[in-house]
């Protein structure tokens, strides 16, 4: 008598698709950039395969997760007006994206702090171990949720919230008759 092997695990045409729906959505969103594409494509790969043959195992999943957040971080569009945003007359997705990469690069660290306590096995640490690590992935979190959720993390004044040379994350330049003190920033420049 043959048994006919069955998949029991839930949902898998569900699970193909996401990760084929994810996969594309990062494409076209890191196509953008050539540099944020190509870690986009090794993480996501790398992570696709895996999640195809090992759906269970949390390394793939955390993989795609990372390829994501370098799409948050690398990639700012030049249509973002940064000067409208720090009037206060920006539109509404000029702010979620420089809220996005303002938080993703604490997002990204948190998949990576992730996959370096599960690795190997996909699981976190056994009796010894395990309490250190579920302390370092909520400190991790924390963080992450924190910028996340401040005002400070993605205001429009801030540095950190847009790359140089993509419209300028540095503040607004100084002259010489403005009293500012600091000398004339451009962009692009460190």
């Given at each position: 008598?043959?048994?006919?092997?069955?998949?029991?695990?839930?949902?898998?045409?569900?699970?193909?698709?996401?990760?084929?729906?994810?996969?594309?959505?990062?494409?076209?969103?890191?196509?953008?950039?050539?540099?944020?594409?190509?870690?986009?494509?090794?993480?996501?790969?790398?992570?696709?395969?895996?999640?195809?043959?090992?759906?269970?195992?949390?390394?793939?999943?955390?993989?795609?997760?990372?390829?994501?957040?370098?799409?948050?971080?690398?990639?700012?569009p030049a249509?973002?007006?940064?000067?409208?945003?720090?009037?206060?007359?920006?539109?509404?997705?000029?702010?979620?994206?420089?809220?996005?990469?303002?938080?993703?690069?604490?997002?990204?660290?948190?998949?990576?702090?992730?996959?370096?306590?599960?690795?190997?096995?996909?699981?976190?640490?056994?009796?010894?171990?395990?309490?250190?690590?579920?302390?370092?992935?909520?400190?991790?979190?924390?963080?992450?949720?924190?910028?996340?959720?401040?005002?400070?993390?993605?205001?429009?004044?801030?540095?950190?919230?847009?790359?140089?040379?993509?419209?300028?994350?540095?503040?607004?330049?100084?002259?010489?008759?403005?009293?500012g003190g600091?000398?004339a920033l451009?962009?692009?420049?460190?």
């Amino acid at each position: 008598m043959t048994v006919a092997l069955v998949d029991r695990r839930p949902f898998p045409i569900i699970r193909g698709g996401l990760i084929v729906v994810l996969l594309m959505a990062g494409t076209m969103l890191a196509s953008i950039d050539t540099f944020t594409l190509l870690f986009f494509a090794t993480y996501a790969a790398v992570g696709a395969f895996l999640a195809f043959r090992r759906p269970d195992n949390a390394i793939g999943w955390l993989l795609i997760a990372i390829a994501l957040g370098f799409i948050a971080t690398t990639t700012t569009p030049a249509s973002v007006d940064i000067e409208a945003l720090r009037r206060g007359a920006g539109t509404p997705r000029d702010a979620v994206v420089i809220w996005l990469s303002s938080w993703g690069g604490w997002a990204t660290y948190v998949g990576f702090v992730a996959l370096t306590i599960i690795f190997p096995s996909g699981r976190l640490p056994e009796a010894r171990g395990r309490r250190s690590a579920i302390v370092m992935l909520a400190g991790t979190g924390a963080r992450a949720a924190s910028s996340a959720s401040s005002s400070a993390g993605w205001s429009p004044r801030s540095p950190s919230c847009i790359h140089p040379g993509r419209g300028g994350a540095l503040p607004a330049p100084s002259t010489p008759d403005s009293g500012g003190g600091r000398p004339a920033l451009q962009p692009g420049t460190v």
